[in-house]
């Protein structure tokens, strides 16, 4: 791992992780290429804003789960060539159930540069520290659908106030939210805007 990326939980005391794309449970259907270790990592400056949102969210009752952070350039590529093979139906009705394959990049849910690769964005949800339990979002990770938007209707109240809260202390630690996915949050100051790293995530 290259120098100013860490291991998040390292980081960041008490926060969980677990890194979709390092499992079979993701869009693809098995883990994805640079995805060697189910670990999550990010920028120093990812982590050090992180650890402001995990303080606020406990102020709050909750604690934080990561899903990705930083995301090697061949596992974006690795999405571009799933996305032009035949649907065999694996994943689809839990994660574009109502679009194909290609759409997602031309729908924005996945991109073919993506800030992840930068270091300074990361997907996550929120948890109750009290129980343990993920906080109802109306939609799970990767739920490439309008429901997945924020100020999505058909949600319920009580889904709709968690992800408010989840933008709340995000946002008021640093980070911009992005209008189609609740979960995925980028820094508004990243340290590396330009620049697409490619090392795998490995112990």
Known sequence: ????????????????????????????????DGYLVNRVVGTTALCTALKSVREKAASLGFGLLLWDGYRPQRAVDCFVRWSQQPEDGRTKTRHYPNIDRVEMFERGYVAARSGHSRGGAVDLTLYHLTTGELAPMGGDHDLMDPISHHGAQGIAQVEAENRQYLCSVMEDCGFRSYEYEWWHYSLKDEPYPDTYFDFPITR
């Open 1 to 32: 791992m290259i120098d100013d990326f860490v291991f998040v939980d390292e980081f960041v005391p008490g926060i969980r992780w677990d890194a979709r794309y390092a499992t079979w449970a993701n869009f693809t259907g098995k883990p994805v």
